[in-house]
C-alpha cells in the first residue's frame, strides 16, 4: 500500500538558519504530494502541495519539488523563523482516493 | 467563511462507553473524512462520507461508525471505548471524490480521552 517515510524528529534550528526536512514515498500511479503544518493544539494546515512529478508547491517561504525518480518530496525553507516552530506532515493522496497518508511529522523548533 | 468546526473541543470517557464526535464542513464542501492522531504520530484515515454514504474505510474496527446528514455534516461514533481509542480526531472536508488533487481542508479536532 501507499506509506510516506520522513526524516526523524525532532530538527532544533537558529532562526535565518536553512531548513530541510526529508520526505519519500511508496506509493503506485500518480499520488499528488502535500505538506500540512500543525501549530500548539490545532488541527493541520495545508501549506504545500504538488500534484505531478517535476511540480514544486511553495508558500510562505517553504518550497517542495515532486521528485518522481527519487521518490522524494523534500521541505525547504531558506531562513527559518521562530514562528515556524510546529509539527511538519508529509503526506499523499493517490488517485481517485482522497484519503490522505501520512508520515509520522517532524517536531521543528526554532530559537531566536 | 466559516472553515471546518468540530465539537466538542475535549471530552473524557470511560472505557465501554460509548462517544460521538460532530463536524460541520466548510462552506462549500460536500465531502467530510475523519481522521485518528495519537500523540506523537501522524493522523490515520478512518472513513469518509459522501452523498450521505461511506464511500471509503481505512483499517478501523466497526465499533467506529459514522454519518453524513443532509447538510453535508458529520458524526463519528465509537462504540465500547479502550484506552487505545484516546487520541485527537480530525475531521476534514474537501469538495467532490475521485481524482486526488482537492484539498482537504482541517479542524482543530477533538481530544478524546478514555480513563
Known amino acids: 500500500g501507499n506509506s510516506v517515510t520522513q526524516m526523524e524528529g525532532p530538527v532544533t534550528l537558529s532562526e535565518e538558519a536553512f531548513l530541510t526536512i526529508n520526505c519519500t514515498y511508496t506509493?503506485?500511479?500518480?499520488?499528488?504530494l502535500f505538506w500540512y503544518v500543525q501549530y500548539p493544539g490545532e488541527g493541520l494546515q495545508l501549506l504545500l502541495k504538488a500534484t505531478k512529478a517535476d511540480d514544486k508547491g511553495s508558500n510562505k517561504g517553504f518550497e517542495a519539488t515532486y521528485r518522481k525518480e527519487t521518490t522524494s518530496f523534500h521541505l525547504e525553507k531558506g531562513s527559518v523563523q521562530v514562528s515556524d516552530s510546529a509539527v511538519y506532515f508529509c503526506?499523499?493522496?493517490?488517485?481517485?482516493?482522497?484519503?490522505?497518508?501520512f508520515g509520522q511529522g517532524t517536531r521543528l523548533t526554532i530559537n531566536p | 467563511d466559516a472553515g471546518v468546526t468540530q465539537s466538542p473541543t475535549h471530552l473524557i470517557k470511560t472505557r465501554g462507553q460509548q462517544v460521538t464526535l460532530r463536524c460541520s464542513p466548510k462552506s462549500g464542501h460536500d465531502t467530510v473524512s475523519w481522521y485518528q492522531q495519537a500523540l506523537g504520530q501522524g493522523p490515520q484515515f478512518i472513513f469518509q462520507?459522501?452523498?450521505?454514504?461511506?464511500?471509503q474505510r481505512g483499517n478501523f474496527p466497526d465499533r467506529f461508525s459514522g454519518h453524513q446528514f443532509p447538510n453535508y455534516s458529520s458524526e463519528l461514533n465509537v462504540n465500547a471505548l479502550l484506552l487505545g481509542d484516546s487520541a485527537l480526531y480530525l475531521c476534514?472536508?474537501?469538495?467532490?471524490?475521485?481524482?486526488?488533487?482537492?484539498?482537504?481542508?482541517f479542524g482543530p479536532g477533538t481530544r478524546l480521552t478514555v480513563t
Open positions: 503526506a499523499l493522496s493517490g488517485w481517485g482516493a482522497q484519503k490522505l497518508v
Open positions: 462520507y459522501y452523498e450521505e454514504e461511506e464511500r
Open positions: 506509493a503506485t500511479g500518480y499520488p499528488s
Open positions: 476534514a472536508s474537501s469538495r467532490g471524490t475521485g481524482g486526488s488533487s482537492y484539498e482537504q481542508y
